[in-house]
């Protein structure tokens, strides 16, 4: 089972980027999925989740209304579209699968509760 991640680079303050998350190995439309981002010398922090049907969605509070997480179950892909991007949004994200296909929000924070996760992909913010 396997997560490929893409779509990171260097955006300007206010810029956008486009997060891919390319999934293999399982049922993929069966379980929730999340980004995840780790910056410089913190813990991992909870970004985004949808639910496996994709009809429901959660964010952190520091992204609320800038980014938006999606997913295509036919493609095995989940998105995180980053708009208004600031400086403090620079880390390393990661997609990574839940074990459960209905979580709440407490349980898409729980980072225990994912068991695949991707190897990452670079995203910073700086002019």
């Known amino acids: 089972a396997l997560l490929e991640e893409s779509g990171g680079g260097l955006a300007q303050p206010g810029g956008s980027l486009r997060l891919s998350c390319v999934a293999s190995g399982w049922t993929f439309g069966h379980y929730a999925m999340s980004w995840v981002r780790q910056a410089p010398g913190k813990e991992r922090e909870w970004v985004a989740g949808l639910v496996s049907t994709g009809a429901d969605t959660y964010y952190a509070d520091s992204v609320k209304g800038r980014f938006t997480i999606s997913r295509d179950n036919a493609l095995n892909t989940v998105y995180l579209q980053m708009d208004n991007l600031k400086p403090e949004d620079t880390a390393r994200y990661y997609c990574?699968?839940?074990?459960?296909?209905?979580?709440?929000?407490?349980?898409?924070?729980?980072?225990?509760?994912?068991?695949?996760w991707g190897q990452g992909t670079q995203v910073t913010v700086s002019s």
């Open positions: 990574a699968k839940s074990v459960f296909p209905f979580p709440g929000l407490e349980l898409f924070r729980r980072l225990q509760e994912y068991d695949i």
